[in-house]
């Protein structure tokens, strides 16, 4: 496994490239990235839509629940279609949808501490967990925008660190191939 890992080395490299390329990308042009984000969601969603209404109609006999598949697979579709025909809105409604999770989680936090506070010490990190929640979901609300590239920024930052590890883990093996090499005709 290893002579092959060694033989292959460059894929590595090539990898690594790309993805310090889309890394980049992303930096350069974040509005470009994300559209290209909302359009594998939206292949995502509408694959995930047929299937689940591909699995109804072949268990449809054997289920009698079968029309919550059928749901399923329309949420699906329609999703992957309005993530391919309104991208914009699509990136929107992720947003929105993470900037009421976060308030809805934050809430729950404080709630929490203020319950068990009788019971447990340091209730003011849970309370200012959840105040912080909150206030990252009203910043996302008030400010999708900047939530999005916010987003972008982070994968940008993970692409370019993975890639630049791979090119790395690529001269690596290359150099254990070299030596693997010449333990064996030496």
């Known amino acids: 496994m290893l ?7 460059w894929t ?3 990898r690594g490239i790309v993805a310090v390329a889309f890394g980049l990308g992303a930096f350069l042009w974040p509005g470009l990235t994300l559209r290209v984000l909302v359009i594998l969601f ?21 289920n009698d629940r079968w029309w919550v598949h059928l749901l399923e697979g329309a949420a699906g579709i329609g999703a992957g ?4 025909f309104w991208p914009g809105l699509t990136v929107v409604t992720l947003l929105f949808l993470i900037a009421a999770w976060a308030m ?8 929490a501490a203020i319950r068990l506070r009788n019971e ?3 209730e003011w990190a849970f309370i200012l967990s959840g105040a912080l929640s909150i206030l990252f979901g009203a910043l996302l609300m008030t400010r999708p925008g900047a939530g999005a590239l916010a ?13 630049l590890l791979l090119v790395v883990l690529s001269f690596k093996i290359k150099k254990m191939g070299t030596a693997l090499e010449e333990a064996t005709t030496g």
Do not use: P
């Open 3 to 9: 002579k092959a890992l060694t033989k292959y080395w």
């Open 151 to 163: 987003v972008i920024w982070i994968i940008a930052a993970y692409a370019i660190a993975f890639g």
């Open 104 to 111: 809805m989680t934050g809430v729950f936090e404080v709630i």
């Open 12 to 14: 590595f490299l090539v």
């Open 81 to 84: 279609l309005i993530a391919f």
């Open 42 to 62: 939206g292949a995502y969603a509408l694959t995930d839509g047929i299937i689940a209404i591909t699995c109804m109609f072949s268990n449809r006999s054997e």
């Open 120 to 122: 447990i010490q340091g």
